[in-house]
């Protein structure tokens, strides 16, 4: 996943947590928007997409 990626998906992220999406509602589009853009749906992509909210 490169950078600009990175952003968008973080991006997503912080939208469905502003509109209270449940967490795994949020996981489960990003996993999808990783398939859709050709990207593995791996532990650390997931990391990398939701672990600014901590």
């Known amino acids: 996943m490169n950078a600009a990626q990175l952003k968008r998906v973080q991006r997503a992220v912080d939208n469905c947590a502003r509109m ?11 996993a999808r928007w990783f398939k859709d853009n050709g990207i593995k749906v791996t532990e650390k992509h997931l990391e990398l997409a939701f672990d600014h909210l901590r």
């Not at 209270?20 to 990003?30: C, E, I, R, S, T």
């Open 20 to 30: 209270g999406m449940p967490f795994d509602l949020a996981a489960w589009m990003v």
